[in-house]
């Protein structure tokens, strides 16, 4: 099974990096600057389940993307979503599996639209990993967990196919029959914790050394009952984790939005937080309100600030 994954950063590289480690096909569709550090330094990759690197993997460029692949593993931001599906398109044949690792479910519906119901399986991982300045990649604890589905939940030989390719890699992966469930649930999880350390702007042990922790509790009460309107109520287990992760004494835990706002760079607000809050009953969420309304601030900030740059240089 031929594998395409485009990008090769932090989720991209590692899911990627294991797969060819496991000695699968896989050509990564980057842009010419990661194509150079690929080509000049390889896929390099740091772990507590042990470093790799493999030295040039297989890119491919989008303008010279012509042959369809089996499978297509979705790893952009949301912000990158619809130039991504440009990119790509070329490779989708009719038997080509779509799975995105994306957060939120807004992909699916965008997904759907330009290819059609068939192709896209529903996707989701567990894993904190970062791009570092050098190009390699680190990932910052033991969680790597990855699930994927059909949408109707039915078995297939299509994901049988792709349990047994990932098989054998050094992650954790599994098919799903509920895999939207799972994926609202990771959406709760992380629009809880994006929100509260986004707001905050701080991590989760200086949130509770505030004395901000009833600010979670809220926050996780809202997201769950959007979900929980949706259909797809988040289970007491899940509901207690981020309850438990997000007001930790001492944690030096932030989300991956707060760590771009630190950065300056984009944020992925619209599919993560704007989507979830249109998705409930107006008024219902006021916490996940004001979260929106600081990171379209934060937005407009960036947006000014990069044209008056512009505009001196």
């Known amino acids: 099974m031929r594998i395409l994954i485009v990008g090769a950063g932090a989720v991209g590289g590692y899911f990627g990096g294991r797969l060819l480690e496991a000695g699968r096909d896989v050509t990564f569709l980057v842009r010419p600057n990661r194509a150079a550090v690929l080509a000049r330094s390889g896929l ?63 992909h699916l519906e965008i997904l759907k639209q330009r290819f059609g119901p068939n192709p896209v399986l529903g996707g989701q991982c567990v894993i904190s990993a970062s791009l570092e300045p050098d190009g390699g990649i680190a990932h910052l604890n033991e969680v790597h967990n990855l699930s994927f589905g059909e949408l109707d939940g039915s078995p297939s030989d299509r994901t049988e196919a792709i349990a047994s390719l990932f098989s054998g890699a050094r992650f954790e992966s599994r098919s799903s029959e509920n895999i939207i469930q799972e994926m609202w649930e990771k959406w709760v999880f992380i629009a809880t914790g994006a929100g509260i350390t986004c707001l905050m702007r701080a991590t989760v042990g ?5 004395g901000a922790a009833d600010l979670v509790a809220k926050l996780v009460d809202e997201c769950a009952s959007i979900a929980g309107s949706e259909g797809y109520p988040p289970s007491e287990q899940v509901l207690q984790r981020s309850r438990t992760v997000f007001t930790t004494p001492g944690s030096l ?18 599919h993560v937080i704007g989507d979830l809050l249109r998705r409930g009953n107006p008024g219902a969420s006021p916490l996940l309100d004001i979260v929106h309304k600081h990171l379209k601030s934060y937005e407009a900030r960036r947006i000014r600030q990069g044209a008056a740059t512009r505009a001196a240089g």
Do not use: Q, W
Not at 60 to 71: F, G, K, Q, R, W
Not at 206 to 210: H, L, R, S
Not at 253 to 270: Q, T
């Open 44 to 106: 390099r990759i740091s772990s507590p389940h042990g470093d790799v690197t493999i030295p040039k993997p297989n890119t491919v460029l989008a303008s010279s993307l012509s042959e369809t692949y089996d499978l297509i593993l979705l790893s952009c931001k949301s912000y990158d979503l619809e130039s991504a599906i440009d990119s790509f398109a070329p490779a989708v044949g009719t038997e080509t599996a779509i799975l995105p690792l994306l957060n939120g479910l807004r």
């Open 206 to 210: 200086d949130i509770v050394e505030a």
């Open 253 to 270: 835990l932030a989300a991956s939005m707060f760590r771009d706002i630190e950065r300056g760079s984009p944020i992925e607000v619209e």
